[in-house]
């Protein structure tokens, strides 16, 4: 069983709607999450650290539920530049802290 | 502000021969330094890693080597590359303990043919 899991997509989401995603995990012995965007052909760029009583950063929202083992990601209001794969990330103790590593899912922004 | 850099950016290399992508990182001093691999439709895979100058922790077997001759260099290496080693290598760093936040270079493109 992968450690890290995303729904691939694509989800295809109209301008202007709101988007979420979810991130589970399998190992109870988390520490740090992260959510980072990635664009085609491009690294990956931390969009935001996920903090235990969640966190802000303007249209963008991050959840932490660790009793269910799942991060979730908000995007709201949707705008053409969000379009990007999304990365989520997560470190485990018992994998000497190692950021483990989601394959993404990917957003598509139509107008 | 801290900056990292790797390079060539794109590369097409013949089965069998050798390999050699190098990364800088500027603005900081005694980083973690990281090389990863993307495969499509995958999660990044961590090769190597580095807490300080010659200190390499290698994290799956493979023909890849990696050196950290100076501070803020990390180069990675092949002898001889396979088919299977295609992919988007992409360095990284890091301060403080493992498990931060993590910065990427440009990334680089390997086709082997």
């Known amino acids: 069983r992968k450690e890290v899991e995303q729904d691939p997509g694509p989800f295809n989401v109209p301008e202007g709607a709101t988007v979420a995603f979810n991130c589970t995990y399998s190992?109870?012995?988390?520490?740090?999450f992260f959510w980072y965007r990635q664009d085609c052909r491009k690294e990956p760029k931390l969009l935001m650290s996920?903090?235990?009583?969640?966190n802000e950063d303007g249209r963008f929202t991050a959840q932490l539920n660790r009793a269910s083992q799942y991060i979730s990601l908000l995007i709201r209001d949707s705008k053409l530049s969000d379009s990007a794969t999304y990365l989520c990330?997560?470190?485990?103790?018992?994998?000497?802290?190692?950021?483990?590593w989601g394959a993404g899912t990917k957003l598509i922004i139509k107008p | 502000s801290q900056t990292i850099h790797q390079w060539p950016a794109t590369l097409v290399q013949p089965v069998g021969s050798p390999l050699s992508l190098e990364c800088t990182v500027e603005?900081?001093?005694?980083?973690?330094l990281y090389w990863y691999r993307q495969a499509a439709g995958r999660g990044l895979q961590l090769l190597f890693y580095?807490?300080?100058?010659?200190?390499i922790s290698s994290e799956v077997p493979q023909n890849l080597s990696a050196s950290r001759p100076q501070d803020r260099q990390f180069i990675l290496s092949s002898k001889k590359l396979l088919l299977s080693d295609s992919g988007f290598y992409l360095c990284?760093?890091?301060?403080?303990?493992?498990?931060?936040?993590?910065?990427f270079g440009e990334g680089s493109w390997l086709t082997v043919v």
């Open positions: 990284a760093w890091s301060e403080g303990m493992i498990g931060n936040t993590i910065y």
């Open positions: 603005g900081t001093s005694n980083p973690n």
């Open positions: 580095s807490v300080g100058i010659g200190q």
């Open positions: 190992n109870s012995a988390s520490q740090s």
């Open positions: 996920v903090y235990s009583s969640g």
């Open positions: 990330v997560v470190s485990f103790m018992d994998s000497n802290y190692q950021l483990i």
